[in-house]
């Protein structure tokens, strides 16, 4: 298990209430003792002692070392350590990642320039499935590693076709390593690892509730947009389609909050009377969105790999 005391000093931290992401990324930089991180709790009316700082540290020490014998070979990485990615899209404090748990190349997440997301929903038409797998064999072949989230349906068939392309894929997971969901898809995260991807998450701990797990979900999302430079939606229903599932739309609301380009796998002949497409039709409206469609799809792909990443929010 590679891990720093940086690491543990802030996931101890995180432990007391009131303490989140935001505090950790504006009052920490990195390599803070025990000592003055209590202090700077203190600051904030947390009271705390050494002592339980440290139990409490040692409590995480315990997690993580039976986590390690379930996932041998994982890390740990903290705001300020050497090998944590820097952000090139514009995040506000709450938002930025403070801990990441990982397993494979951890510099997948360091070239956000040449990482591109492809998501869409649980239960893809097979026409849906051969144009997803025609865009993301297209950029694989520019050399573009895939991000995505390992869910069922678009994302695993983005992650699939990246390995059956010899690319390079990051699934960015809702759950710990030692807890791959859905279960079914621990096979194709064992072949991420072993075609030299990532497997990331936030977590370390099994959730508590259902409302947990759709939290860890949404925010799984943020992250989709974070590590990349375009989020392509291969389709998704809208918000208001009952009981269908929407989840796509975070992630592409967090690509416009954070200026990430965002692209739609879309025919106007075929899919404008089609519910999955739904919410690529809420994305054209609003506008600035590249339109992946069969006619065009060499030039947009190339639209999509000439972008560069740059420190400017845009809300389109």
Known sequence: MKKTDNAINILTALKYKGIGNAWIYNNLRGGESAEVI?????????????SDFYQKRDE?????????????????TALGDDDFPKIENNILPADNPVVLFYKGDINLLE???????VIGVLTPSSDVERREREVVKMLVNKNVTIVSGLALGCDSISHDETIRNNGKTIAILPSPLNDILPKSNQQLANEILCSGGLL?????????????????????????????????????????????????????QKAKEYGVMRAVVYNEETDSSNQMFDLSRQIIREGRAIILKQDDLESSIQKICDKKITKQISLF
């Open 60 to 76: 995480i020490r315990t997690i993580l070392n039976d986590l390690y014998k379930q996932v041998n070979g994982f890390g740990i």
């Open 38 to 50: 209590m202090k700077k709790l203190n600051e904030k009316k947390i009271q705390v002692t050494l």
């Open 111 to 117: 070239s956000q320039s040449n990482n591109v997301a």
């Open 200 to 252: 990331v998450t936030e977590y370390y701990e099994p959730v508590s509730s259902r409302h947990e797990l759709s939290s860890r979900y949404i925010k799984r999302d943020r992250l989709q947009a974070m590590f990349c430079k375009c989020v392509v939606l291969a389709a998704s229903y809208a918000e208001n389609n009952e009981g269908k599932d929407c989840g796509s739309r975070h992630a592409m």
